[in-house]
């Protein structure tokens, strides 16, 4: 007999906005807790000094996690000039210092080295892992660890302030992999003054922007309203809104029937020779399932049961 699964049938996507010092796994936790939902998984670690954009996904949305994760983010980051850290921002212990500031000039004449592919070495204190252990544990422990450099994009990065002479204001949109940190680190090392993060937001994942985000305060809140859960309820995103950048197929219940038992249907209209690559079905207006594309027809690579 099958163990009965704790929590609710939960299913969307949680728009959190990440508090200061709150790991991405809190937050996962706090959310499915609020939620009482069965499963849930966030699309792209946070660290506990960052706030702002973490998408949540319960349930069934856990199955388009890897859509939102792939999709390009956008950061507003604080650089301190004359310090870099062993962390790439405050939590680490100063290693080097510089009197030297970089003028507007300087930081503006730099930047474009910074745009486009680059090969970028991550933050010492990173998730990436070594040997099958993660950096960050290794640097915790005192071990030297060597981390080779790889290629990130970077579509923009735009200095929007400089409060002070020590002190610059960016922001920058990127994709999968970047570390806001390291970009902080090396452009200091460049400039010969070094620097590190003094403060980091993530302002969009993918389709996920500010406008759609929910704080805790919002959330806990919903969960002191006696309405049987309608209020939690309406600060969901449907499963589907990871997805906005795949073609949409709207079938037949006969053809939605077929995807879900597993099998490939033909596409019927203009389109079907031309489109290639992943797609997601509905059916009244309903998510079936992510497929891939070939040859005019869906083959289904993940199936919704949405109850």
Not at 179 to 189: F, K, T
Not at 204 to 209: A, K, L, Q, T
Not at 285 to 302: M, N, S, V
Request: glycine share 10%.
């Amino acid at each position: 007999m099958a163990r009965r699964k704790k929590g609710n049938p939960v299913h969307g996507w949680l728009v959190l906005d990440k508090p200061l010092n709150m790991t991405s796994t809190q937050a996962v936790g706090f959310v499915r807790r609020a939620f009482n939902a069965q499963k849930a998984g966030h699309a792209g670690t946070l660290d506990p000094l960052a706030t702002g954009i973490l998408p949540i996904a319960l349930g069934e949305g856990t199955k388009t996690v890897p859509f939102a994760v792939d999709g390009e983010k956008a950061y507003r980051f604080t650089v301190r000039w004359g310090e870099e850290t062993a962390t790439d921002d405050t939590e680490g212990e100063v290693v080097k210092t510089s009197p030297a500031r970089p003028s507007r000039a300087d930081i503006e004449a730099l930047m474009p080295r910074f745009i486009g592919e680059i090969m970028q070495v991550p933050p010492q204190f990173s998730a990436i892992k070594v040997d099958g252990e993660r950096a960050y544990d290794l640097a915790r422990d005192g071990e030297e660890v060597l981390l080779v450099a790889r290629p990130v994009y970077i579509e923009r990065l735009e200095l929007i302030d400089m409060p002070d002479a020590s002190t610059s204001v960016f922001e920058a949109e990127c994709g999968r992999g970047t570390y806001v940190r390291a970009i902080a680190r090396d452009m200091g090392r460049l400039l010969g003054c070094y620097g590190h993060v003094i403060a980091l937001r993530r302002t969009r994942v993918g389709p996920f922007e500010e406008s759609r985000a929910v704080t805790v305060e919002k959330i806990e809140a919903a969960m002191k309203a006696d309405d049987g859960g309608e209020e939690l309820g309406r600060l969901l995103a449907p499963v589907e809104s990871a997805l906005s950048d795949l073609p949409e197929l709207m079938v037949s219940p006969a053809d939605a029937a077929s995807l879900v038992r597993g099998q490939a249907i033909l596409i019927r209209g203009r389109d079907a020779p031309v489109l290639s690559g992943p797609a997601f079905a509905t059916s009244k207006g309903r998510l079936i399932a992510l497929g891939e594309l070939d040859k005019g027809a869906l083959h289904p690579t993940r199936v919704f049961n949405l109850g």
